[in-house]
């Protein structure tokens, strides 16, 4: 699972996973750690996420409005 600023072109991190398990899996926590990463530097940046229909369920969308992401 990778992380980019997409308006920059820039890798931010990344979450290796073994090839068995669903896209999804670890999501949440991977998403609040590159959250608070960009917020600890840029505290008054609006972020919005882009996401495939993989992580589309209620932990996830619930894990982003609660991190303040569009």
Known sequence: MFCVIS?????L???HRPGNVHD???SVDFIGECVAAVRARLPR?????RLDSAFFNERVL?????????
């Open 7 to 11: 308006q920059l072109g820039m890798f």
């Open 13 to 15: 991190d990344r979450l």
């Open 24 to 26: 999804s899996n670890g």
């Open 45 to 49: 940046a609006v972020l919005e996420s």
């Open 62 to 70: 619930l894990g982003l409005e609660e991190l303040g992401v569009e």
